[in-house]
Each structure stands twice: as structure tokens, then as C-alpha cells.
């Protein structure tokens, strides 16, 4: 399905949901898998260890079509639907969450923003160039003290003469200070009504503004060699032209964004839950204890069947949601309920894995301890799994 507008599709209830891939998706699975077999998976270790952000690899996903996935042709994108997101983000995790963190982040928080809420000067001018891997965006949310209450971020915007001038800092930022990135929308405070409510408000910040500065944070437990950030904002002036939609539309283009950007989340846990699975069945195939396999033994078989039906389950949950976005529909209570239950499966797969390798999965060399790590964060970024559970709440009328 390609997507001819920045408009969501009306919902058709007789749209039929078909629990098997077409064609198309099957191929697209099968050509993700292969890449991510031959290209990612002989280097994860290294670039894990040594926290380094693959330019390299970042272009030969691009070169793949893998940016710009639900943009439509004419803004230089795949014009694929969110089923194929979907399908992109789990394989890629499937062998490192690094790589499939640059990509999700790209695809949904990047390029979402600039193709859904911008005009079509702002689409022609900066969509084609983040489409083909040379170039990444990303999305300024998150700050120190702004975590889960976005609604309590500090950076503002100030009118001025011709434009705004914005200070403040960003933190935990994605895809924002490697030589790929080209810019950020970052979300501020444009001003405060009579009760003193503050008025939200995007802006697009490209790279090179004098008064944005970024700083690549390390030591972190996952996404190692994902390219992670803080950024911070001095005086820093864009032009009325580079604010996104309307003025005060900023809390609402962000909640959408993150929407959308949770199949994104769900599908990485699956991809997580799948690959640690199959290294965990491999293992269990081979290690011989008391001689025979330990597959064998009642309580490692039982463990790998609950892994197994817990990862279907969960993937059934995330194909639904890209369906019900795929033809229109609501998704937020769906996509909230999809992305805490696949995060959860994800922690409890991971952990099941290492377990089962035993001191072996404590290891770097038997890689079940990094996909351990990629996943903890899923249960944090783009809403907590308290977070998500609070929307499921109100939208079940608690």
C-alpha cells in the first residue's frame, strides 16, 4: 500500500486483516533478513564495543531503501506502508538494535514529523535528501528535567524580528550529532496563556546553526553504537519559515508522532525477542549436560515454548496495530497496549536466553548479553511501560 498523502486513510471497517504476509512483505522481510545477516551481524560485536555510529553501514541501509519508508515517491521516499516498517524495524533488531534504532528513529521521529505536519516547501526541501541513507534527522523532545511529563520541558522559543530565538537543552536525542544528521525539530515553549499554561510549538533546526550545539553522550548500556546526544540551544535563531505547522500545535504533533513511532518500539522488541530466541534454541541444541542436548530436559524446553508463543503473541499484536494504522483507525490505545506487552516479552525472552547459555550468556562472545542490554531501554524510550500503561487506563474509561 503506498501512502498519497500526508493525511491519515479514512478508516474502512470492511477492510480485511489477513494474519499472513503478502508477497511483497515477504520479500521485504527476506531482503532485510539477508542484509542484516551478512552485513550487520559480522560487525554488531565491534561497533557494540567500541561505541561507534557505521556511516558505512547507515548508507548500505539507505542504498536498501530502508529511509523514508511510509514517505511517498514524490518526496523521494518508499511509499510503503507501516506493515513494512514494522517489518524492517523487528529484523534489523533481530541482529542489533543499534542499527534498527537509527533506522526507527529516523523513519518516525525524523522524517515523521517534517512529512505529516510540514507544508510542502518544507517536505520538497528536506525529505528527498533524508531518504537515501546520506542524510538523518531527528526530533528534540526529551530533556533533563522532561522526561515522561513532556509537558514540564523548559527550552523556549522567543519571538522576534523575522523569526524566533531558541534556548534550552535536549537530552537522550537520537541521530543528532553524527556527520549524518542535517538538523532537528525541536519542540518549545512559544508562550504561556492567561492561567500561564504553556503553548507548544516545533520548529526545524538545521545543522549548522550557529547557536545549536551538540554533544555525543557514551557509556551507555545499549544502542552502543547508535548515535545518541544532548543538544543544546543558544540564542539560537531560525526563521518564521522553519516552524512546523501551526503555532501551539506542538504538544499534539508530538503525541501523534510518538503514536506512530511505538510500532516502531514494538516491532524492535519482537525483532529483540526473535534473535535471542533462536541463539538461545541453537544453544540449547548443543550444549550437552548430563549427555544429552539440554533442549531435552523438561525445564529448558518448557522455557523456549513459553519464549516462543510470548514472541508470536506479542508479534500478532504489532502486525494488528500496523494494519489498524494502515487502513486509517485510532491506534492509541492499541499501539500503547503493543508496545508495553512486546517490551515486556522482549525483557523476559532476553533474560530466558542468558539463563539458558548460563555463565556462557554472561559473555560477550555468545552475544545474548547484548541483545539483554538493547532491550531494557524499550521498556523506557518513547513512554515508559508506566507511561503506556496510564494511556491504556483512560482509554478503557479508568
Excluded at 512486546?342 to 556462557?360: F, K, L, N, P, R
Amino acid at each position: 500500500m503506498s501512502l498519497a498523502s500526508p493525511n491519515t486513510p479514512p478508516h474502512n471497517p470492511d477492510a480485511p486483516m489477513n494474519f499472513d504476509l503478502g508477497s511483497m512483505h515477504r520479500m521485504l522481510r527476506d531482503s532485510v533478513r539477508q542484509f542484516a545477516e551478512h552485513e550487520i551481524r559480522p560487525v554488531a560485536a565491534a561497533l557494540d564495543e567500541a561505541e561507534t555510529f557505521s556511516e558505512d553501514i547507515t548508507r548500505k541501509m539507505g542504498e536498501l531503501g530502508l529511509f523514508g519508508i511510509v514517505v511517498p515517491a514524490e518526496y523521494g521516499g518508499q511509499g510503503l506502508d507501516y506493515m513494512s516498517y514494522a517489518i524492517v524495524c523487528e529484523e534489523l533488531a533481530r541482529v542489533d538494535g543499534s542499527q534498527a534504532a537509527t533506522i526507527t528513529a529516523h523513519n518516525s521521529l525524523g522524517t515523521g514529523p517534517l512529512y505529516y505536519f510540514g507544508n510542502d516547501a518544507q517536505r520538497k526541501q528536506y525529505l528527498p535528501n533524508l531518504c537515501t541513507g546520506d542524510g538523518l534527522w531527528a526530533f528534540g523532545l526529551t530533556e533533563p528535567a522532561a522526561g515522561s511529563d513532556s509537558r514540564g520541558s523548559k527550552t523556549t522559543a522567543t519571538k522576534v524580528e523575522g523569526g524566533w530565538n531558541i534556548n534550552g537543552s535536549k537530552i537522550f536525542i537520537t541521530n543528532a550529532s553524527c556527520a549524518l544528521n542535517k538538523g532537528v525539530t525541536v519542540q518549545a515553549v512559544s508562550g504561556r496563556d492567561e492561567t500561564g499554561k504553556p503553548e507548544f510549538t516545533c520548529f526545524i533546526v538545521e545543522r549548522g546553526n550557529a547557536g545549536l550545539n551538540s554533544k555525543t553522550m557514551h557509556g551507555k548500556l545499549m544502542w552502543r553504537a547508535s548515535d545518541t546526544a544532548e543538544l543544546y540551544f543558544d540564542d539560537c535563531f531560525v526563521p518564521d519559515s522553519a516552524m512546523l505547522g501551526v503555532r501551539g500545535s506542538g504538544s499534539k504533533q508530538m503525541l501523534a508522532t510518538l503514536d506512530r513511532g511505538k510500532i516502531g518500539i514494538a516491532a524492535m522488541a519482537v525483532g529483540a525477542a526473535q534473535g535471542a530466541y533462536e541463539l538461545a534454541l541453537a544453544y540449547a541444541n548443543e550444549r550437552q549436560q548430563f549427555g544429552q542436548p539440554i533442549g531435552k530436559f523438561q525445564a529448558i524446553s518448557f522455557m523456549l515454548a513459553e519464549m516462543a508463543t510470548k514472541i508470536e503473541v506479542a508479534r500478532t499484536m504489532l502486525y494488528r496495530v500496523a494494519w489498524m494504522q494502515d487502513t486509517g483507525q485510532i491506534i492509541t490505545k492499541e499501539v500503547a497496549m503493543a508496545k508495553w506487552f512486546a517490551s515486556q516479552v522482549a525483557g523476559e525472552v532476553t533474560d530466558h536466553a542468558i539463563q539458558i547459555h548460563g555463565g556462557y550468556g554472561l559473555m560477550k562472545d555468545y552475544h545474548v548479553e547484548r541483545f539483554w542490554r538493547d532491550q531494557r531501554i524499550l521498556q523506557i524510550g518513547e513512554g515508559t511501560s508506566e507511561i503506556q500503561k496510564l494511556i491504556i487506563a483512560r482509554q478503557i474509561g479508568c
